[in-house]
């Protein structure tokens, strides 16, 4: 049972256009989302994240915004830029659960140059 | 400040052995978590150490256990080892298992033979 999805593998983008990457939850226990990026051989490092009670949260060139309605929510990266090329995970605290995170598959994602 | 070490970095055992993996916690963090991530999934949660007490488990059978030292840092075992249990094995250390604290470890690649 994947309470957490990433159902794009893989994204393409140009340089300096913008990436979107997305995330689905079944649980509607969880109150707070996290992105994770991971380069290889590196562990994954946090990126953004937002409560369960927000619909929009920004630092710099990434925006995370949750749809709760919807049980969706979306990283953008404006302007994208080559060494944002990682694998990008989705990743939920479940109300309750204290510290265990559940993860999505990942997302790999490509800016061209 | 030091960041999470893990060790050995790349294991090759052979089904039916037992593996030990380990990771040193970042300085000033006294919770320590496991995951495992099979090759093209996100990470899973394995289980949560605190103050040397195992604080939370995910879906792993008992072959899978911990040990968390005086010092913070942290042990995984696995016993009777299987070919599924070929992995990346991450550590992530914390300050009282805060999520938004995660520091992950560049992992343990274990290959089950």
């Known amino acids: 049972d994947q309470q957490v999805k990433q159902n794009s593998p893989s994204l393409s983008v140009q340089e300096g256009r913008i990436s979107i990457l997305n995330c689905d939850y079944t649980?509607?226990?969880?109150?707070?989302f996290l992105w994770y990026k991971k380069y290889p051989a590196e562990g994954p490092t946090f990126l953004i994240s937002?409560?369960?009670?927000?619909d929009k949260n920004e630092d710099g060139r990434f925006t995370v915004f949750l749809n709760k309605s919807a049980k969706h929510l979306s990283l953008h990266i404006v302007p994208s830029q080559p060494g944002d090329s990682a694998v990008y995970f989705c990743?939920?605290?479940?109300?309750?659960?204290?510290?265990?995170?559940?993860f999505g598959g990942g997302t790999r994602l490509m800016v061209k140059p | 400040e030091t960041g999470v070490t893990q060790s050995p970095t790349h294991l090759i055992k052979t089904r039916g052995q037992q593996v030990t993996l380990r990771c040193s916690s970042q300085?000033?963090?006294?919770?320590v978590s496991w995951y495992q991530q099979a090759l093209g999934q996100g990470p899973q949660f394995i289980f949560q150490y605190y103050r040397e007490e195992e604080n939370g488990r995910g879906n792993f059978p008992p072959r899978f256990s911990g040990l968390q030292f005086p010092n913070y840092s942290s042990e995984l075992n696995v016993n009777a080892l299987e070919l599924d249990d070929s992995a990346l094995y991450l550590c992530a250390s914390s300050y009282k298992g805060a999520v938004f604290g995660y520091t992950f470890g560049s992992g343990t690649r274990l290959t089950v033979v």
């Open positions: 300085s000033g963090h006294n919770t």
């Open positions: 937002i409560s369960s009670i927000k």
């Open positions: 990743a939920a605290r479940r109300s309750g659960a204290g510290n265990m995170l559940t």
């Open positions: 649980n509607s226990m969880f109150d707070y």
